[in-house]
């Protein structure tokens, strides 16, 4: 029965839902017993019933502390800290917001040759650089939110929209590609990210691949408002599909 409610796990990733008549066919057992073991996810908080079937369950973060989460995922930030480096080009503006996979970039970037303006609102990242020559670098004022870390509202806004940003790498706390939307944490980072995605050429958004299966509290932008998504392994492939209906593209 374990590894039976951990294969209906796996399909719900992959696929995004199931039918009860289908896993009773898949599993040769009865309807009655796949309705048990739905039931016994349900119970776990794993998945979300619905009529003859089920859908996977979206975890709700709420978790802005990002000193807290600096320590957290480590392994899977620094994948993706690479991808990031491989995208920054010379003479490159680029911009990265307060995010905890962010610092871990700026922190992996000692030996970075390549000469470019990088924008911040995080202190931490500003701080990485401080050994980096080649790196320029342009500190937003606004005001100083002690949990995040950085600089954020409507100073910080007006801040934004005088650069012209070629690319922007972006936090997010969740990715919800059934219902079109990015979000955060914090709410006094909601206007800053919305700006710092229209200041941008390209906009990528940074996450390790858990971020597919929850929410933040707050929305800030839709699917279709960024290009790129940068992440730590292969997505389920019905993610990778539904990305690619708003033209995103996955780099991992």
């Known amino acids: 029965m374990e590894e039976r409610l951990e294969d209906i796990l796996e399909m719900l990733k992959r696929d995004g839902k199931v039918r009860v008549k289908d896993l009773s066919e898949k599993f040769n057992v009865s309807e009655g017993m796949i309705r048990k073991d739905l039931s016994k996810l349900e119970q776990h908080g794993n998945i979300k019933r619905t009529y003859g079937g089920a859908i996977l369950e979206r975890k709700i973060i709420h978790n802005d502390n990002t000193t807290s989460r600096i320590i957290s ?28 996979t962010n610092y871990t970039v700026a922190t992996m970037m000692t030996g970075f040759t390549k000469n470019i303006t990088l924008i911040t609102n995080m202190n931490r990242i500003a701080m990485a650089f401080d050994s980096i020559p080649n790196v320029d670098i342009i500190q937003l004022g606004g005001m100083y939110n002690k949990k995040t870390g950085g600089t954020v509202g409507a100073f910080t806004v007006n801040e934004i929209k005088k650069f012209k940003i070629d690319k922007a790498f972006i936090g997010a706390g969740g990715i919800n590609i059934e219902d079109n939307f990015v979000s955060n944490f914090n709410l006094d980072e909601v206007s800053t990210k919305e700006a710092i995605i229209k200041a941008s050429k390209k906009r990528y958004l940074i996450t390790i691949n858990e971020k597919f299966y929850n929410d933040g509290s707050y929305k800030f932008c839709e699917l279709g408002d960024v290009d790129y998504i940068i992440t730590d392994k292969k997505p389920e492939e019905n993610i990778i599909d539904g990305l690619s209906k708003y033209n995103v593209k996955v780099i991992y």
């Open 73 to 100: 995922n480590i392994e899977e930030k620094e994948k993706i800290a690479r991808l990031v480096m491989d995208e920054i080009e010379e003479n490159d503006v680029i911009f990265m917001d307060i995010s905890s």
